[in-house]
């Protein structure tokens, strides 16, 4: 039986253990890293694999974490140098007074620096989960720095009603303890979770220790509630048509985010050519739902854009 899609974590006892593959992931050695951007604010990034070979960026969604791509990074890692970061706001990364997608998009450079994902001669591919697809569609757009090719993951663009309604979120709570917290998460937009041994992991890295203005302890949601509401994106749609890198789009097939006519928009304003790919059984948050198809499309991806890079067997 699936899970309430609203409450995944709702019984934390009743949880299947991770299969061998998730905690070999989770094993891999990775470099911390924290880099200063020039207003001061900090950024928290891990890297994996060896500085000189091919760069991969991994962006993640609204008001999610670095720990989204951690568990697949290391798939990657014995053939690229890879990097995953939290955007401003949220996970670990420093709030900010205002939030927009250039800004998301000097993050996302300065950490690929910091981790010498631009060191090969080959630029970097980009890969990025719905909201994080803005910044990778600005930058491509922008032209300011090459980049080899852009991977768009279940990413939903504004202007095309798709029925999705986002709830009014009126702030953080204080929880008494991490279970608390955690019987509080939620995916959104809300969809069912057969994987919750992932979102376990992805709850417990999106809390943190906290006060109440009465000096209460306990525990609550790491990101800016401020970036609940979205981010402002109106040249969204221009600039994902002036992209000049390739670019593959893939989906969820029961994503209702990117079903209809916005891929049908998306796949129209891209270069004719630009692959799409469906993963079965999957829905908007596609590495909950399908994490290993989602590694095995994007190494068919990598292995077309990388010369002499075969896909992993």
């Given at each position: ?6 409450l995944?974590?709702q019984?934390l ?7 061998a ?7 891999t050695p990775y470099?911390p ?5 020039p207003?001061g604010?900090?950024?928290e ?18 008001a999610a974490?670095?720990?989204w ?13 890879v990097?995953a ?5 949220m ?13 998301f998009s000097e993050e996302?450079?300065?950490?690929a ?13 980009l ?8 910044p990778v569609i600005?930058?491509s ?7 080899r ?12 009603d798709?029925?999705?309604a986002i ?10 303890s991490?279970?608390?917290a ?6 959104a ?12 992991y992805l ?20 990101f800016?509630?401020?970036l609940?509401?979205g981010v402002?994106?109106?040249d ?5 048509a002036?992209?000049?890198c390739?670019?593959?789009?893939i989906?969820g097939?029961?994503?209702?985010l990117?079903?209809g ?9 891209l270069p ?7 993963i079965?059984?999957?829905n908007?948050h596609v ?5 290993l ?12 854009w990388v ?7």
């Amino acid at each position: 039986m699936i899970p309430d899609p609203l409450l995944p974590l709702q019984q934390l006892d009743d949880i299947p253990a991770p299969p061998a593959w998730f905690a070999a992931a989770l094993d891999t050695p990775y470099e911390p890293l924290e880099v200063t951007m020039p207003d001061g604010r900090r950024v928290e990034a891990r890297a994996w694999g060896q500085v000189g070979a091919p760069g991969l960026v991994l962006l993640h969604g609204n008001a999610a974490h670095l720990g989204w791509w951690a568990f697949l990074a290391p798939f990657f890692a014995d053939r690229f140098r890879v990097a995953a970061f939290s955007l401003g706001g949220m996970g670990g990364s420093e709030w900010r007074d205002d939030y927009s997608v250039p800004r998301f998009s000097e993050e996302m450079w300065a950490v690929a620096d910091a981790a010498g994902v631009t060191a090969h001669a080959l630029p970097p591919i980009l890969a990025a989960h719905s909201m994080g697809g803005l910044p990778v569609i600005h930058a491509s757009a922008k032209i300011e720095r090459p980049i080899r090719a852009a991977v768009l993951i279940d990413v939903g663009l504004p202007g095309v009603d798709n029925g999705i309604a986002i709830p009014e979120y009126k702030g953080h709570r204080l929880y008494p303890s991490v279970e608390a917290a955690l019987g509080r998460f939620r995916l959104a937009p809300p969809q069912p979770c057969a994987n919750r041994w992932i979102a376990e992991y992805l709850g417990r890295m999106a809390v943190c220790p906290a006060h109440d203005a009465a000096g209460n302890a306990g525990w609550t949601w790491r990101f800016d509630p401020r970036l609940w509401g979205g981010v402002q994106a109106d040249d969204v749609w221009r600039e994902l048509a002036a992209m000049r890198c390739p670019v593959a789009l893939i989906r969820g097939a029961n994503s209702p985010l990117t079903g209809g006519e916005m891929i049908s928009r998306m796949a129209t304003a891209l270069p004719t050519g630009s692959p799409l790919i469906e993963i079965a059984d999957a829905n908007h948050h596609v590495m909950i739902d399908q994490p290993l198809a989602l590694v095995a499309a994007l190494d068919a991806l990598f292995a077309g854009w990388v010369p002499g890079l075969d896909p992993k067997s």
